[in-house]
C-alpha cells in the first residue's frame, strides 16, 4: 500500500442534493385567502374584534389581543410601498425549486385599508427607480393556482 | 367563490444542496473505490481495531490512524431489512431497496449498504456477500451499487 497520497484525493467533496418536499394545510383562513387571490383577484385581510386591525395575510388569531379574529376586509388592490430592496444573490426558491433570477426588487406593501403589510416581488428592479411611499399595484398571472406566487409582482400605479 | 370547504395545501421544496471536503482519510478510502474498485479499511496501531469506513481517530483509544488494510470486499451479514416506502431521497427503489449491515472480511466494524440480485427472504444472518462496483464511479459511497450474494 503506497503511502503517497494522489493530488486530487484532499480536493474529494461530498455533495449532497438535500431536497426535503414538504406539504401543509393552508388551513381555513389561508384558504380563504388564497382562494379569493385565484378566484377573484381580490385581497381580502382579517380583522380583530378587540383592536380593530386587519392582518393581511390574515390570521386567525390577534397576536397582541389573543382575539380570535372574526371578520373579512377586502383591502387593497392598491397600498404603498414602505421598503423595499434590491437583490442580487440568487438562493433556491422554495416555491418553484428553482434559482430566482436576480437582480429582482422586492419590498413590503401595506395595501390599502390593511394594518400589516404584504411582502412580494417588485416589477422595478433598479433601486434608483424606486422610493419609499411610491403607490403599488398587484399584477396577477392568468394561470392561478392559488398561491402567493398567484400575485406575479407590485408594480408603481401610473 | 367556489365551495367554502376546500382547503388547499401549499405545495414547496427546501432545497439545501451542499458540498464538502472529504478531507484526506475518507478522501483516500472514496478515491480507492473509483479508481481501483477496491475497499480499504484502517487499522488501530493500539487496539488492532479495523475500521470500515475508515476514520481518523480510533473511537476506543484516541489514537491517530494511518495504517490502511486492503480488504476483500467480501463479508457476511450482520442484519438487514427492507425499506418498502418511496421517498426522493432513497437510493433504490422499494421493490429492490434492502439494507444490510455487512462485516467486512478483515474489519471489525460493520458496513452499512444496499443488497442487490437477491430477494429479501433468500437472506440470513451470515450470508456471504460481494460488492458489485458501478462502470462509471465518482468516489462516493454508491460507487459500490451493491453487495450480493456469493452464489457458488
Known sequence: MTEQTKPEIGLLEISS????????SCGRVGSFFFKALRDE??????????????????????????APT?????????????????VSFSFLDPMTGKKRPVPYGYGLIKLDRADSRIQHFLSVNEASQLRVGMRMEAVFNEVREGKLSDIKWFKPVE | MKAEQEILV????????????????AGKFLAALRDEKKILGIKCPKCGIVYVPPRGNCGKCLSSLKDWVEL???????????????????????EQFILAV???????????????EVLED????GTLLEPVFRDYRKGEILD????RPVRK
Request: with cysteine; proline share 12%; net charge positive.
Open chain 1, 17 to 24: 442534493p438535500a431536497n426535503f418536499p414538504y406539504n401543509y
Open chain 1, 41 to 66: 383577484k381580490k385581497f381580502y385581510g382579517r380583522k380583530c374584534p378587540q383592536c380593530g386591525k386587519v392582518y393581511i395575510p390574515p390570521r386567525p388569531v390577534c397576536g397582541p389581543c389573543f
Open chain 1, 70 to 86: 372574526n371578520e373579512w376586509v377586502e383591502v387593497g388592490p392598491q397600498g404603498v410601498l414602505e421598503c423595499f430592496t434590491v
Open chain 2, 10 to 25: 401549499s405545495h414547496q421544496v427546501l432545497q439545501v444542496p451542499f458540498n464538502y471536503s472529504a478531507g484526506p482519510v
Open chain 2, 72 to 94: 476483500s470486499g467480501r463479508g457476511k451479514i450482520q442484519s438487514f431489512t427492507r425499506i418498502n416506502y418511496q421517498e426522493p431521497t432513497h437510493p433504490a427503489h422499494p
Open chain 2, 102 to 116: 455487512i462485516k467486512l472480511e478483515g474489519a471489525d466494524t460493520g458496513l452499512t449498504h444496499l443488497v442487490g
Open chain 2, 122 to 125: 433468500e437472506l440470513e444472518v
Open chain 2, 144 to 147: 459500490i451499487r451493491y453487495f
